[in-house]
């Protein structure tokens, strides 16, 4: 097999090309070139809107940042967006937020009991 050098046609076993008439030297094709793109992970679209509104939340009502934490986490899962860590700070942030007020729900009933 031998392909024109100047349209890479194959010419076979003719001195000159039948596409353009070339007759000069011939060259192998080009082996295709890998396509990088398909093996990467899908593109993103952006940080997930309830993992901000579990960090926000964390510091104005901690319950709403348990919930929007593990709502952005399962999102994310699927969707493959950014704010992994935004989620997991409001979470964690809110699991402390809600250990405190029960811990000082529990000193108030604990002083109320005992007359003071």
Known sequence: MAFCASCGTDKGDAQFCSNCGSGGATQPPAPP???WQSASRPQN???NGMAIAALVCA????PLAVIFGHVALSQIKKTNEDGK???IA???IGYIGLAFVVFWILIVAA???SGY
């Open 33 to 35: 070139m890998p396509n």
């Open 45 to 47: 679209s952006g940080t």
């Open 59 to 62: 510091f104005l009502c901690t």
């Open 85 to 87: 860590g935004l989620a």
């Open 90 to 92: 409001g979470l964690v």
């Open 111 to 113: 002083a109320a009991g």
